[in-house]
């Protein structure tokens, strides 16, 4: 079947302006996750979501960095006024429950700040 | 805090001779430790994961990992590299303290293979 997809796989976005990213994980998984990972870096967690509610966001690195899943499928990690440190790719994966669920990623979204 | 190490940032491994990637965690409990790997423009895929049980974990692409907790270690092997294993490789543990089992991974290991 089809595994997680992300979109767009590139984004180049100036200084300031919004960006929205887009999920669309396995059918059927519960569990969505979200992963900033840096250059060099391994993935750093983001936000948690179980279905449509949002479980957990302490990792979002500040309040210009919002994500929804409002029907508990499709998911969209929003960074407002873009900062050249957001510059990252972002990963997206999901599991069939948690704890401890397999988590199947998604190709990412390489974000560039200019 | 929960944390991974993995010591090597670079591994250059002739292609047919043996591997071992090494990973050290810091974690208060038994904690649930993956090996990913991703490969340039792709995803991550998991190798393997420890929960319980068996020690020595048995992987895809022939990998395996074992997990020593006298150590703190999982450290991930393969017996024979082929090319087609260079990639970044990542290991990680679950953190069962945040909603949803959040991973946190290592900075990674680049694995160079040469002819």
């Known amino acids: 079947g089809a595994g997680v997809s992300q979109s767009p796989r590139y984004k180049v976005a100036k200084r300031g302006q919004d960006v929205a990213l887009r999920c669309d994980p396995i059918?059927?998984?519960?569990?969505l996750f979200w992963y900033q990972q840096a250059l060099g870096q391994g993935p750093e967690f983001l936000t948690y979501f179980q279905n449509e509610a949002q479980l957990d966001k302490s990792g979002l690195p500040s309040d210009r960095f919002f994500a929804e899943r409002p029907e508990g499928s499709v998911s969209t990690l929003k960074i407002q006024r873009t900062q050249q440190e957001d510059s990252a790719v972002y990963l997206c994966?999901?599991?069939?429950?948690?704890?401890?669920?397999?988590?199947?990623f998604g190709p990412g979204t390489r974000l560039t700040v200019t | 805090a929960q944390s991974v190490t993995q010591p090597d940032i670079h591994i250059t491994v002739s292609e047919g001779a043996s591997l071992e990637l090494r990973c050290n965690y810091s974690?208060?409990?038994?904690?649930?430790l993956f090996w990913y790997v991703q490969s340039p423009g792709q995803g991550l895929q998991l190798l393997l994961k420890y929960f319980s049980g068996d020690t020595l974990v048995q992987g895809i692409k022939g990998f395996e990992a074992e997990f020593k907790r006298s150590q703190s270690s999982f450290n991930l092997r393969k017996p024979s590299v082929h090319w087609s294993d260079a990639a970044e490789y990542f290991c990680?543990?679950?953190?069962?303290?945040?909603?949803?089992?959040?991973?946190?991974f290592g900075k990674g290991t680049t694995l160079s293979v040469s002819s």
């Open positions: 059918s059927g998984h519960v569990s």
């Open positions: 990680a543990v679950a953190d069962l303290n945040q909603a949803g089992t959040a991973l946190i």
């Open positions: 974690y208060g409990a038994t904690p649930y």
């Open positions: 994966a999901s599991s069939l429950a948690a704890p401890g669920g397999e988590q199947y």
